[in-house]
């Protein structure tokens, strides 16, 4: 609680300074100082995707408000973890962040739908469903809530990697422990698959596989490379069983403070930012995979019979999970045969 108590004083205090505008005499004359300095949360490093699409976001937001609007970037989780992030977006302690679906879905529940594992058939029928209608009514999901969505960020395609075996079929899992993050759907989709789910937060993972608690983890191949993960747990099987898209959002109590006009901007700014950064991650996630490849790490494509057994098995979870929106669910569907064709 105090820790909170002290993030509200810290953000109050930055909304309060920064929404009034000062002017800074110098002897050319007079300079403009921005109207609003915003904070931005970001988890990882200053070289990773995301980061520079948050980086791309600030310049663009700098440029097109004439200086009006300045925001800074933290980077490397020095605001606190995705959850704590989450929380001080409600309360405006921070202004703007991207995150994971992962914890954003015990806010808004809806989400737990675009985590399903094996929802889509690749990359582009995921962006053919979140670019379009299905898309907008998830964006349009978070209603009345404290939090307000801006744009979608790629977060690529999660697989399994350990350091016992290569997976090659779905007996292959029974009885490895992998590491998950700390989400229920998570969890049951690891069990679903015969393995042991291990909540376990993420600068854990390396030295868990090293010392044997775990047996391996599951994800993105940039994350597996610039971890270090590869070192430790050199199977790698792409099986890409969740492709779960991040956000960027903007606290409601400053959305609700900034005139019409930077509103209309910073939404602009934050799609162009997304496009960006999707192909950023594009070529990360191939120099990442020709790193772990160079490295000596053995990868196993998944041949297609062994993925829809891998499928059939987390099969039951659509119902646990989303049995109220089985209607999304055919319509996520359909747009996939549409995008084959």
């Not at 991207?98 to 015990?106: D, N, Q």
């Not at 990360?284 to 494509?301: I, N, P």
Request: glycine share 6%.
């Amino acid at each position: 609680m105090k820790k909170n108590i002290l993030y509200l004083g810290v953000g109050l205090a930055v909304v309060f300074a920064a929404a009034c505008t000062r002017v800074r005499k110098s002897n050319e004359g007079q300079e403009a100082v921005p109207e609003f300095v915003l904070t931005y949360a970001e988890n990882q490093a200053e070289d990773y995707p995301t980061t520079q699409g948050a980086y791309k976001f600030k310049e663009l937001v700098y440029e097109r408000t004439g200086g009006k609007i300045e925001i800074q970037v933290n980077t490397s989780g020095i605001l606190g973890d995705e959850r704590t992030v989450i929380e001080q977006l409600q309360f405006g302690g921070v202004d703007f962040a991207r995150v994971s679906l992962s914890p954003l879905a015990e806010f808004v529940p809806k989400l737990n739908i675009l985590q399903m594992p094996y929802l889509y058939t690749n990359r582009e029928h995921m962006w053919k469903v979140l670019d379009g209608p299905i898309g907008d009514d998830f964006m349009n999901s978070f209603g009345d809530s404290s939090l307000v969505p801006l744009s979608w960020y790629d977060a690529g395609a999660r697989s399994f990697y350990n350091s016992s075996r290569p997976i090659e079929s779905l007996k292959d899992m029974e009885g490895m422990k992998i590491r998950v993050q700390e989400s229920a759907l998570a969890m049951d989709t690891i069990e679903a698959l015969g393995a042991v789910p291990v909540p376990m937060t993420y600068g854990d993972v390396y030295s868990a596989i090293q010392t044997g608690k775990i047996n391996g983890a599951e994800n993105n191949w940039p994350s597996y490379e610039s971890t270090g993960h590869h070192e430790v747990a050199r199977y790698f099987t792409r099986d890409e069983h969740t492709r779960v898209p991040e956000i960027q959002l903007v606290s409601r109590s400053t959305w609700d403070k900034l005139p019409a006009e930077y509103r209309q901007i910073i939404g602009q700014c934050a799609r162009e930012s997304a496009l960006y950064e999707r192909d950023l991650w594009a070529d990360r996630e191939q120099l990442s995979e020709e790193r772990t490849r160079k490295a000596g790490c053995v990868v196993t494509e998944l041949p297609l019979k062994e993925k829809t057994r891998f499928r059939e098995a987390v099969a039951p979870l659509y119902k646990k999970y989303c049995s109220d929106y089985e209607d999304i669910i055919k319509a996520i569907a359909d747009t996939g045969k549409e995008h084959s064709q």
